[in-house]
Structure formats: structure tokens, C-alpha cells
């Protein structure tokens, strides 16, 4: 049998620091509406700068990464599963709201991670 260098958590967390380039057509805030039993992902729009970071499109301001930002979605998505969710997303919005790949294998781990917590009963805290 091989054997993983750290834990497969180790392994996630460090994953998880990694550069990653953002998608110039917006990012996702993803949560679980547990009365309606959903996975909802809504959609806010940005701008790249010249420094990579993403920028609002109405204020031209950075939008920061941390704390709570008022800004108005520029659509939600919502499913009961991952799989129905990525359909909404990826097959059934065109044109697509998702321009990178890296992004998109994200949002579907991220939405798998949203349906194990919503099956389970059990807090989603996006990563």
C-alpha cells in the first residue's frame, strides 16, 4: 500500500493555500437553505485588475476577501443535489457564468462538500 505524505486533511488544507488565478466572470457565495433543503450558489460579477484582483465593476473598488461586502448578485442558483445544481450552472445557463476550468472543478467540489452537509445535517462552511 502507498502511503500519503500527511493526512489527507494536511494534504487539503495545503491544496487550499495555493495560488489560483479568479475568474474574470465573478465568484460564487455558496450556503445551504435548510428549511427548502437547497444548495444555493449566488453569482456576483467582477473585474480583474492589472495587479489580479478582483475588482467591482460599479465602484472600481478591490473587493476584499475577508468581512462582509453589500453587493447585489448578479443571479442564484439553487438544487437539491450537486449534480442538479452544476446542471443549472454549466448546461442550462448560457452563456456560462463560469469562464475558467480550475473554477468550475472547484464549484463542484465545493457543492458535493454543501450536499454531504446538507444530507447530514451538519454545518457548510465554504472554502
Given at each position: 500500500?502507498?502511503?500519503l505524505a500527511g493526512t489527507l486533511a494536511e494534504i487539503d488544507d495545503k491544496l487550499s493555500k495555493r495560488h489560483i488565478d479568479l475568474d474574470p466572470s465573478g465568484y460564487f457565495i455558496i450556503y445551504l437553505d435548510l428549511e427548502a433543503r437547497l444548495i444555493c450558489a449566488k453569482h456576483f460579477t467582477n473585474i480583474i485588475d492589472d495587479r489580479g484582483l478582483a475588482v467591482d465593476p460599479d465602484?472600481?473598488?478591490p473587493i476584499p476577501v475577508r468581512g462582509k461586502v453589500e453587493r447585489t448578485a448578479?443571479?442564484?442558483f439553487t438544487g437539491r443535489t450537486a449534480k442538479e445544481l452544476c446542471i443549472a450552472i454549466f448546461e442550462q445557463n448560457q452563456p456560462c457564468v463560469?469562464?475558467?476550468l480550475d473554477h468550475a472543478a472547484y464549484l463542484g467540489r465545493e457543492f458535493v462538500r454543501a450536499e454531504i452537509a446538507?444530507?447530514?445535517?451538519?454545518e457548510?462552511?465554504?472554502?
Open positions: 500500500m502507498v502511503q465602484t472600481g473598488k448578479s443571479k442564484l463560469v469562464t475558467l446538507l444530507i447530514n445535517g451538519s457548510y462552511v465554504q472554502d
